[in-house]
């Protein structure tokens, strides 16, 4: 509140607001123009796919790693199982990452399967330098069997697709999802169903408890019958021919059972 007799205040405050607004009116041509470049990569690149293949990978920490999700690209140890290399494997659409590593065994050969069902799906079509060569050798004179080993054409890892496969619908098509060989979910709730008189006799309270105790202690168990069966060999294997005297008497022992003890082991050794 104001005092005394001051001026009223009116001070002028952000009076330079201008700049600092940003406004989008150019949202709809920024979407057309990335539309029209997509459009533009997939004719460049054609016949390949738009997308490079992703790997299956976990999500990190305790919270988070029962849902999975595309990773980056797949590890060089994934590449190496599946029969290829890293380099090589770019140039076919597949994600390489060499910063990620494999903790996970179960991971690991899932991905090396989607990688094996990739290739075995994959129409590779003639490389340029394939190509060059058909076209040399259906123009030059023939050659001799040393001039033949030196134009030999490269290697490839995955065979090139023969012409009958080429001709094929399938090779003329361009793969343009979002995600090649996308994954399914399973889904994992269960249908209603109604309550039987086994489940409600069921204590799954006590259950879980009994089952955590006996993971808690498996190790120390079998420990102690490891022991114990090693203690029963040993008395099994030692001498008992050694002499006993058996003539003191027992507890709760009179001296008529001591006698018809006796006669009873006697008569067990004969």
Same mark, same amino acid.
């Not at 919270?63 to 290399?85: Q, V």
């Not at 023939?142 to 001039?147: C, G, R, V, Y």
């Not at 009179?254 to 050794?269: G, I, P, S, W």
């Given at each position: 509140?104001? =005092? #005394? /007799? #001051?001026?009223?205040?009116?001070?002028?405050?952000?009076?330079?607001?201008?700049?600092?607004?940003?406004?989008?009116?150019?949202?709809?041509?920024?979407?057309?123009?990335?539309?029209?470049?997509?459009?533009?990569?997939?004719?460049?690149?054609?016949?390949?796919?738009? /997308?490079?293949?992703?790997?299956?990978?976990?999500?990190?920490?305790?919270?988070? /790693?029962?849902?999975?999700?595309?990773?980056?690209?797949?590890?060089?140890?994934?590449?190496?199982?599946?029969?290829?290399?890293?380099?090589?494997?770019?140039?076919?659409?597949?994600?390489?990452?060499?910063?990620?590593?494999?903790?996970?065994?179960?991971?690991?050969?899932? /991905?090396?399967?989607?990688?094996?069902?990739? $290739?075995?799906?994959?129409?590779?079509?003639?490389?340029?330098?394939?190509?060059?060569?058909?076209?040399?050798?259906?123009?030059?004179?023939?050659?001799?069997?040393? =001039?033949?080993?030196?134009? =030999?054409?490269?290697?490839?890892?995955?065979?090139?697709?023969?012409?009958?496969?080429?001709?094929?619908?399938?090779?003329?098509?361009?793969?343009?999802?979002?995600?090649? %060989?996308?994954?399914?979910?399973?889904? $994992?709730?269960?249908?209603?169903?109604?309550?039987?008189?086994?489940? =409600?006799?069921t204590k799954s309270f006590q259950k879980l408890r009994i089952e955590r105790v006996k993971q808690r202690y498996a190790g120390v168990r079998k420990k102690r019958a490891e022991i114990a069966q090693k203690e029963a060999e040993?008395?099994?294997?030692?001498?008992?021919?050694?002499?006993?005297?058996?003539?003191?008497?027992?507890?709760?022992?009179?001296?008529?059972? %001591?006698?018809?003890?006796? $006669?009873?082991?006697?008569?067990?050794?004969?």
């Open positions: 509140m104001v =005092k #005394h /007799n #001051h001026a009223i205040p009116n001070v002028h405050l952000k009076k330079h607001w201008g700049p600092l607004v940003k406004t989008f009116f150019n949202q709809p041509a920024k979407k057309k123009q990335r539309q029209v470049a997509r459009e533009e990569k997939a004719a460049k690149i054609f016949p390949r796919p738009i /997308n490079y293949l992703r790997p299956i990978i976990r999500c990190p920490t305790q919270r988070y /790693n029962m849902k999975t999700r595309y990773g980056r690209g797949f590890t060089l140890d994934e590449i190496k199982n599946a029969g290829l290399n890293p380099q090589y494997a770019r140039s076919i659409g597949i994600a390489v990452d060499h910063r990620r590593q494999d903790m996970c065994l179960e991971t690991r050969e899932l /991905n090396v399967k989607r990688l094996k069902s990739y $290739l075995a799906k994959l129409i590779l079509f003639p490389g340029k330098t394939t190509r060059k060569l058909a076209a040399k050798q259906q123009k030059a004179e023939p050659m001799t069997d040393a =001039k033949k080993e030196d134009k =030999k054409p490269r290697k490839m890892i995955v065979p090139e697709a023969p012409k009958e496969k080429l001709e094929l619908p399938a090779a003329k098509e361009q793969s343009d999802e979002k995600k090649v %060989l996308p994954v399914q979910e399973p889904k $994992l709730r269960e249908k209603p169903q109604t309550i039987t008189p086994e489940m =409600k006799g040993e008395k099994a294997t030692k001498d008992t021919s050694q002499s006993v005297s058996y003539t003191h008497l027992r507890a709760h022992e009179t001296r008529e059972d %001591l006698v018809c003890r006796l $006669l009873l082991e006697k008569k067990k050794k004969q």
